[in-house]
């Protein structure tokens, strides 16, 4: 990872200016219905499901991934959103995830604040992002989500970390470790093996999407700025992941239908980077996905799979032409949710601008101007809390 210092620098402008592998599941439908009347089905039969099996074994053949390419792209103009299946960890292994955040997220809340998150440059060595939030400390538009969660992201190289304002012990914005909670014992090592597995799904993922906008075969001799059908493996080579892990509470407000919805467990929202993979639990009826036509579908979960939507910088490479979408939640069950969505981010350096070929397939005019992914990250962490306050970046 190269330095850091010019993403730094620009996100302060921007602000200041305004082994077990299973068999598959749910295989690709035959069906192109829900790609061709994308609102309507949708709202009948649910988002689009989508094998990725063929981009991870090597031995696949270019009809098997064409196949899933084209089913990708059709999702991807559609939606947005999809889920994903034949990625190939097993079920047992997904849900010893929830059930570990469940167990994490039952304890009392002296333990759970062990491992607080707190402001990047403060005495207490936070970085402003790694850790433990309490209910009501994250916001989403101005308004505080009804979750908790902690937040993990891939390590910052250790000889690229400054000191912060705060005396010794003391660190910038996203340039901490990462806490883990003590109890349950087991979380650690298996959420470690986990972020190794979902890693290599991202990265056949967007090895698929480069195939399916077509950017036609890897180049000899390719470097970041290349524009073929691995251009964004090669820009998440080094991905700055996140991984947050989130308990959501029923909410407690009524709501009457017909008026305007004043309480949220998470509100409505794009993801800041490439690709999310969302692993949930059973309930239903939480997570919403906006439609074209501004409708609200449920994303209800499907065992086995992941629920996938594109996020921010996928919107800007492709120029608009697949839109990073608006969702929430707003869990209203009886039972306490738990979430342990997976982002599979670009390289913290990448340069991510619109890719020419999507440019041209979008009316010939770039709508977006190329800035890193770390400026974007920054901007987005800074706003992202309650309690933050300090610009110690």
């Given amino acids: 990872m190269s330095d850091m210092k010019a993403a730094l620098n620009a996100a302060r402008e921007r602000r200041s200016g305004g082994d077990d592998?299973?068999?598959?599941?749910?295989?690709?439908?035959?069906?192109?219905?829900?790609?061709?009347?994308?609102?309507?089905?949708?709202?009948e039969n649910g988002l689009p499901i989508i094998d990725i099996s063929a981009f991870l074994d090597a031995s696949s053949s270019q009809e098997a991934r064409r196949t899933t390419a084209k089913a990708i792209n059709a999702a991807c103009v559609n939606y947005g959103?999809?889920?994903?299946?034949?990625?190939?960890?097993?079920?047992?292994?997904l849900d010893e995830i929830i059930s570990l955040a469940r167990d994490f997220f039952a304890l009392p809340l002296e333990e759970k604040n062990k491992i607080k998150r707190f402001d990047a440059g403060g005495?207490?060595?936070?970085?402003?992002?790694?850790?433990?939030?309490?209910?009501?400390?994250?916001?989403?538009g101005g308004l505080q989500d009804m979750q908790e969660a902690i937040d993990w992201y891939r390590d910052w190289p250790e000889d690229k970390r400054k000191p912060g304002d705060g005396g010794p012990g003391s660190v910038k914005s996203l340039q901490g470790v990462n806490l883990w909670?003590?109890?349950?014992?087991?979380?650690?090592?298996?959420?470690?093996?986990?972020i190794e597995r979902v890693k290599i799904v991202g990265k056949a993922l967007v090895h698929a999407m480069g195939v399916a906008l077509d950017l036609g075969s890897v180049s000899k001799d390719a470097g970041n700025t290349t524009e073929d059908e691995e251009v964004f493996v090669r820009n998440c080579d080094h991905s700055f992941w996140v991984m947050r892990m989130i308990?959501?509470?029923?909410?407690?407000?009524?709501?009457?239908?017909?008026?305007?919805?004043?309480?949220?467990?998470?509100?409505?929202?794009?993801?800041?980077?490439?690709?999310?993979?969302?692993?949930?639990?059973?309930?239903?009826?939480?997570?919403?996905?906006?439609?074209?036509?501004?409708?609200?579908?449920?994303?209800?979960?499907?065992?086995?799979?992941?629920?996938?939507?594109?996020?921010d910088m996928i919107e800007r490479w492709t120029n608009g032409l697949w839109k990073s979408t608006?969702?929430?939640?707003?869990?209203?069950?009886?039972?306490?949710?738990?979430?342990?969505?997976?982002?599979?981010?670009?390289?913290?350096?990448?340069?991510?601008?619109?890719?020419?070929?999507?440019?041209?397939?979008t009316g010939g005019r770039a709508i977006y101007q190329g800035s890193t992914y770390g400026e974007h990250l920054l901007t987005k962490v800074f706003s992202n809390f309650y309690y933050s306050k300090r610009t110690d970046w």
């Fill in 21 to 43: 592998a299973e068999p598959n599941l749910n295989p690709i439908p035959d069906s192109g219905s829900r790609y061709d009347k994308p609102i309507v089905i949708a709202q």
């Fill in 81 to 93: 959103f999809f889920y994903l299946t034949g990625h190939g960890i097993p079920v047992t292994k």
């Fill in 123 to 140: 005495p207490e060595g936070g970085d402003g992002a790694r850790g433990y939030q309490g209910l009501g400390e994250n916001i989403t």
């Fill in 181 to 194: 909670p003590e109890q349950p014992q087991e979380l650690k090592p298996v959420y470690m093996d986990y």
């Fill in 247 to 311: 308990g959501y509470p029923p909410l407690t407000t009524p709501h009457t239908p017909g008026t305007d919805i004043d309480q949220f467990s998470c509100g409505a929202h794009t993801d800041y980077g490439c690709v999310t993979l969302l692993l949930t639990d059973p309930t239903p009826g939480a997570l919403q996905v906006q439609l074209k036509d501004g409708t609200w579908l449920p994303a209800d979960p499907i065992p086995g799979a992941f629920v996938v939507n594109i996020g």
């Fill in 326 to 361: 608006l969702h929430r939640v707003i869990h209203r069950g009886q039972q306490y949710r738990i979430s342990v969505p997976f982002f599979y981010e670009p390289n913290f350096d990448a340069m991510v601008k619109p890719l020419g070929k999507c440019v041209e397939g």
